[in-house]
């Protein structure tokens, strides 16, 4: 399960700008995947009478325990030169990092205070925290950090001109306008479009789960509702992608869906009688026609006994008595599909290994492969 943090960093030291950056490529390698990244802002020491700060605050999605994190912490304020004193009193530092939130957490150990202490009193901690989640409320005062901000004085503190990079969103990857996801029942195609949407700062267009009234009856009946079934879907699919698309600029918007039409397709041959197929085809090419391809279709492999825990996992009691046949099939369908159509830019991705969900490194080698693509 990831947990929303929120991290506040700080340089007054040297190169201050390089020191945050860095503190953003290590906090993304170590502790979890960057959501946001606020403004710099250049501040007046607080506390001591020492050179002014560049501050920043970081949203970071972790699997990490509060612990867990704070021990990471200490570790990359040591790589990146931070020299603790047993002084009391405040000093110049090269990197200072700090957890104000982790979720709702309140807590006292000898490591570590939840909510931090102090951050509701500081401006150069309350206005970049502002900046990228004003409405978070502080689980002990019990108002919004944006309520909190307004009752602190400016003390002199200024936007700066320069921004730190979110590490993920490698410029590689903007030369991608439209990117579908795709893959078997249970691959994970739905949350890496997610994620992928939001580090990438894309549109994201997920297919619509509406109660479709043969889905149940095809898993009781598989002979007699494959039909309207398939047809439900292809409608369904047609009109959600061509309205969605029709909103959106393909060629200033950046696109990320969970889903491809041709995937109407690949199910029906499967599920389908040769008549039936024929038929289905026919209807299937001319709409197939009318609708944007992606510039880069991604299929996710995933091993058929991945496949089955992923489908028990989440759950749908419709889903429950799909054989591991049917989807051997689906697998089987989709690469015979890529293998036969050399017109489309595919990379398919093995993540049958993989939990790119709670492992950030996992997630990183998948946008990596996709940046290679």
Same mark, same amino acid.
């Given at each position: 399960?990831?947990?929303?943090?929120?991290?506040?960093?700080?340089?007054?030291?040297?190169?201050?700008?390089?020191?945050?950056?860095?503190?953003?490529?290590?906090?993304?390698?170590?502790?979890?995947?960057?959501?946001?990244?606020?403004?710099?802002?250049?501040?007046?020491?607080?506390?001591?009478?020492?050179?002014?700060?560049?501050?920043?605050?970081?949203?970071?999605?972790?699997?990490?325990?509060?612990?867990?994190?704070?021990? +990471?912490?200490?570790?990359?304020?040591?790589?990146?030169?931070?020299?603790?004193?047993?002084?009391?009193?405040?000093?110049?530092?090269?990197?200072?990092?700090?957890?104000?939130?982790? +979720? /709702?957490?309140?807590?006292?150990?000898?490591?570590?205070?939840?909510?931090?202490?102090?951050?509701?009193?500081?401006?150069?901690?309350?206005?970049?925290?502002?900046?990228?989640?004003?409405?978070?409320?502080?689980?002990?005062?019990?108002?919004?950090?944006?309520?909190?901000?307004? %009752?602190?004085?400016?003390?002199?503190?200024?936007?700066? +001109?320069?921004?730190?990079?979110?590490?993920?969103?490698?410029?590689?990857?903007?030369?991608?306008?439209?990117?579908?996801?795709?893959?078997?029942?249970?691959?994970?195609?739905?949350?890496?479009?997610?994620?992928?949407?939001?580090?990438?700062?894309?549109?994201?267009?997920?297919?619509?789960? !509406? /109660?479709?009234?043969?889905?149940?009856?095809?898993?009781?009946?598989?002979?007699?509702?494959?039909?309207?079934?398939?047809?439900?879907?292809?409608?369904?699919?047609?009109?959600?992608?061509?309205?969605?698309?029709?909103?959106?600029?393909?060629?200033?918007?950046?696109?990320?869906?969970?889903?491809?039409?041709?995937?109407?397709?690949?199910? !029906?041959?499967?599920?389908?009688?040769?008549?039936?197929?024929?038929?289905?085809?026919?209807?299937?090419?001319?709409?197939?026609?009318?609708?944007?391809?992606?510039?880069?279709?991604?299929?996710?492999?995933?091993?058929?006994?991945?496949?089955?825990?992923?489908? %028990? %996992?989440?759950?749908?009691?419709?889903?429950?008595?799909?054989?591991?046949?049917?989807?051997?099939?689906?697998?089987?369908?989709?690469?015979?599909?890529?293998?036969?159509?050399?017109?489309?830019?595919?990379?398919?991705?093995?993540?049958?290994?993989?939990?790119?969900?709670?492992?950030?490194?996992?997630?990183?080698?998948?946008? !990596?492969?996709?940046?290679?693509?």
């Amino acid at each position: 399960m990831l947990h929303t943090t929120y991290i506040s960093i700080g340089s007054n030291v040297g190169d201050k700008r390089a020191h945050l950056q860095n503190a953003v490529q290590q906090l993304s390698a170590k502790i979890g995947r960057v959501i946001k990244i606020s403004p710099i802002y250049k501040t007046p020491s607080w506390g001591y009478d020492g050179n002014d700060f560049y501050n920043a605050c970081l949203c970071v999605k972790t699997a990490l325990s509060p612990a867990e994190m704070m021990t +990471e912490i200490l570790e990359i304020e040591v790589s990146l030169g931070r020299i603790r004193s047993h002084k009391k009193e405040y000093q110049d530092r090269t990197i200072d990092i700090d957890i104000i939130f982790y +979720e /709702d957490t309140i807590m006292e150990t000898g490591l570590l205070v939840l909510p931090h202490p102090l951050a509701y009193e500081r401006k150069f901690v309350m206005q970049p925290l502002c900046d990228i989640a004003p409405s978070k409320i502080h689980p002990i005062h019990k108002k919004t950090v944006s309520q909190l901000n307004t %009752k602190i004085s400016d003390e002199g503190m200024e936007v700066s +001109e320069e921004v730190l990079e979110n590490p993920n969103a490698t410029k590689s990857f903007s030369r991608f306008n439209y990117i579908a996801i795709e893959g078997n029942i249970g691959a994970g195609k739905t949350s890496l479009a997610t994620k992928i949407a939001e580090d990438f700062n894309r549109k994201l267009i997920l297919e619509r789960f !509406a /109660d479709n009234p043969f889905l149940p009856k095809f898993y009781e009946d598989n002979s007699r509702y494959a039909f309207p079934l398939e047809m439900s879907f292809l409608a369904d699919r047609y009109q959600q992608i061509s309205d969605d698309l029709a909103q959106l600029d393909l060629f200033k918007d950046f696109i990320v869906s969970d889903y491809d039409v041709v995937k109407s397709l690949i199910f !029906a041959k499967v599920t389908l009688q040769q008549d039936e197929y024929k038929l289905y085809r026919k209807l299937f090419d001319i709409m197939y026609k009318e609708i944007p391809k992606p510039d880069l279709y991604v299929y996710l492999y995933q091993n058929t006994e991945r496949l089955l825990r992923n489908i %028990k %996992k989440r759950g749908r009691d419709y889903e429950q008595k799909i054989p591991s046949e049917y989807l051997d099939k689906i697998n089987n369908g989709y690469l015979e599909f890529i293998r036969t159509h050399k017109d489309l830019n595919v990379k398919i991705i093995d993540v049958s290994d993989l939990d790119f969900v709670a492992n950030a490194n996992d997630y990183h080698k998948i946008v !990596a492969e996709i940046n290679e693509a």
